[in-house]
T-cell receptor
Framework: RKEVEQDPGPFNVPEGATVAFNCTYSNSASQSFFWYRQDCRKEPKLLMSVYSSGNEDGRFTAQLNRASQYISLLIRDSKLSDSATYLCVVNRPDRGSTLGRLYFGRGTQLTVWP | DGGITQSPKYLFRKEGQNVTLSCEQNLNHDAMYWYRQDPGQGLRLIYYSQIVNDFQKGDIAEGYSVSREKKESFPLTVTSAQKNPTAFYLC???????????????FGPGTRLTVL
């Protein structure tokens, strides 16, 4: 079973729409969680961390459900510039690293159309 | 400007040749990482290093080698033993002293390697 699973999409939504992405992780020892954004042929960039209580950054809201091992990202009032691939990323302890290791989902592709 | 640089941006290699990808950071980060991304796939860890002169294999280290002689630099060599080297290679770094298991990683712009 993959460490991190995401619906690959694509999601095609009009400007102004609300869209939600979901992600599940398999290892209950996972300790920190992130959403990264990756534009076409570019590097991933951190969009937001995901905290247990849920957190919001402008139009973006992230939620974590540890019991269900489930993470979500909600984008409200979608903009054309939100078109990108969104990567669900999980950090869990690893024998070789005091920092743990990141595990990446395959990404969910979003296209926002005018 | 602080950040991570990778060079070259595009690299073409003939089969049977070794090639070295550069990664440099001026963020004063202790930890550095190499990932490989194939179309439609998640990032896969090749090697990582938490301190100078030490590095660990990731999930797909076969056919690759690294060195960490300086804190700022973590070059990756793709050897002729790597069977399918055509991919997008991403270098990342994180600050082990503040991140702990938070481990926020910052990425360089990547190198696209094509084997002809």
């Amino acid at each position: 079973r993959k460490e991190v699973e995401q619906d690959p999409g694509p999601f095609n939504v009009p400007e102004g729409a609300t869209v939600a992405f979901n992600c599940t992780y398999s290892n209950s020892a996972s300790q920190s969680f992130f959403w990264y954004r990756q534009d076409c042929r570019k590097e991933p960039k951190l969009l937001m961390s995901v905290y247990s209580s849920g957190n919001e950054d402008g139009r973006f809201t992230a939620q974590l459900n540890r019991a269900s091992q489930y993470i979500s990202l909600l984008i409200r009032d979608s903009k054309l510039s939100d078109s990108a691939t969104y990567l669900c990323v999980v950090n869990r302890p690893d024998r070789g690293s005091t920092l743990g290791r990141l595990y990446f989902g395959r990404g969910t592709q979003l296209t926002v159309w005018p | 400007d602080g950040g991570i640089t990778q060079s070259p941006k595009y690299l073409f290699r003939k089969e049977g040749q070794n090639v070295t990808l550069s990664c440099e950071q001026n963020l004063n980060h202790d930890a550095m990482y190499w990932y490989r991304q194939d179309p439609g796939q998640g990032l896969r860890l090749i090697y990582y290093s938490q301190i100078v002169n030490d590095f660990q294999k990731g999930d797909i280290a076969e056919g690759y080698s690294v060195s960490r002689e300086k804190k700022e630099s973590f070059p990756l060599t793709v050897t002729s033993a790597q069977k399918n080297p055509t991919a997008f290679y991403l270098c990342a770094s994180s600050n082990s002293r503040t991140s702990g298991l938070y481990n926020e990683q910052f990425f360089g712009p990547g190198t696209r390697l094509t084997v002809l």
